[in-house]
């Protein structure tokens, strides 16, 4: 049997309410058709909810090379009746398994941006720090501007905030755009990472990190910094 191509249109797909069509059945062959006609709905992936808002992350399954600029944008959108400003910090983190390759955190009423570690006794590299709170047991560094001349590091990646933004939705607005430019470096050669988003907000709601896209066998030979 032949299959007819797909064609795409112009037609948004809502969050909640998906799109229908329908698919009219002939030309039968040793078989019987009850029914001619069938339905057939598309519906978008559900929005990805935590208790401070939705969010959104793009792009959410690159496959950059060792050294590639990669910009992961962040779209938070905190709640109906509450605006952006409501919000006090975005965490953004990369874990490969039990071992957190980079994690930065930004912070709303300061617009700095600072790398974020567990703080473990004896100073153990080694220990799984997947279940480390964002307000405990937690260090940092005390944080720079969205298109500063900084690097902020690790073994595994890079921030480069000169190449970083933040933008908020106005005053009024529900959303803040977060663009972080992420390199890979050597250490990280041949892994696959998980990205985890979780943020606070000023009513004091805190969020566990939820997974939010991930990165497949990172290849070397990419461009050099």
Not at 82 to 110: M, P, Y
Not at 116 to 141: F, I
Not at 160 to 173: I, K
């Amino acid at each position: 049997m032949e299959v007819p191509p797909i064609l795409s249109d112009s037609v948004s797909e809502s969050q909640f309410v998906p799109e229908v069509f329908f698919v009219d059945l002939s030309a039968r062959s040793n078989a019987k058709i009850a029914d001619r006609t069938g339905q057939c709905s598309i519906v978008s992936p559900p929005p990805r909810f935590t208790v401070t808002g939705g969010f959104d992350l793009s792009s959410d399954n690159a496959t950059p090379t060792l050294g590639e600029t990669v910009i992961y944008s962040i779209v938070w959108t905190v709640p109906d009746g509450r605006v952006w400003r409501d919000l006090k910090t975005i965490d953004f983190r990369i874990r490969d398994r039990n071992k957190t390759a980079l994690w930065v955190r930004w912070e709303e009423s300061t617009d700095l941006i600072s790398l974020c570690q567990k703080q473990s006794p004896g100073n153990n590299s080694d220990q799984d720090d997947g279940n480390a709170k964002r307000a405990t047991g937690v260090v940092s560094t005390p944080g720079d501007l969205p298109g500063s001349d900084v690097l902020l590091s690790t073994e595994f990646a890079e921030l480069d905030l000169s190449q970083s933004s933040t933008v908020g939705s106005g005053t009024d607005g529900q959303t803040v755009t977060l663009n972080l430019a992420v390199r890979f470096l050597d250490k990280a050669a041949w892994r696959s990472f998980d990205f985890e988003l979780a943020a606070t907000d000023d009513l004091f709601n805190q969020d566990e990190f939820v997974r939010a896209g991930k990165v497949q066998r990172i290849r070397p030979g990419g461009p050099k910094k």
